[in-house]
């Protein structure tokens, strides 16, 4: 878990206020000049394949974009909050939510996958629309 020492926003008060008081239960691996890093007891990976596969890490991690290596065709979890704003030019891969609101990625090969972060007036006209994609599992 990374605590910016810069203004947070609204959202992020009362998990900061939770971190620097020290009953979060995590424990503070490192103090940078602009950050905090505390470490989880028992992590789970970002990017896990539904199926026992091996492999499946996360490449590249930006602003807007993900860059991905899933090892096999089939199905992965990105345990990163779901939007309908995520895509990818990627023929044949479907994102979708999770029943715990992250998201969801279904392709038809392996290798490297980039999922960007792109509200176009294509994306936000389908999610007004609720026109959003659903993987079938």
Do not use: K
Request: include cysteine; charge should be neutral.
């Amino acid at each position: 878990v990374l605590l910016p020492h810069a203004p947070l926003d609204y959202s992020a008060v009362a998990e900061a206020r939770l971190l620097r008081s020290g009953r979060s239960g995590l424990s503070v691996v490192a103090r940078l000049p602009h950050w905090t890093i505390f470490a989880l007891r028992r992590p789970t990976p970002i990017l896990t394949a539904n199926e026992p596969v091996q492999g499946a890490h996360v490449l590249r991690l930006g602003n807007s974009r993900i860059q991905l290596w899933l090892p096999t065709p089939g199905g992965y979890d990105l345990r990163m909050s779901y939007s309908p704003y995520w895509s990818t030019d990627q023929t044949g891969v479907c994102i979708g939510r999770t029943a715990g609101g992250m998201t969801h990625i279904e392709t038809p090969s392996a290798g490297e996958l980039t999922v960007e972060f792109e509200p176009t007036l294509a994306t936000v006209a389908a999610a007004a629309a609720s026109d959003t994609s659903a993987c079938t599992r």
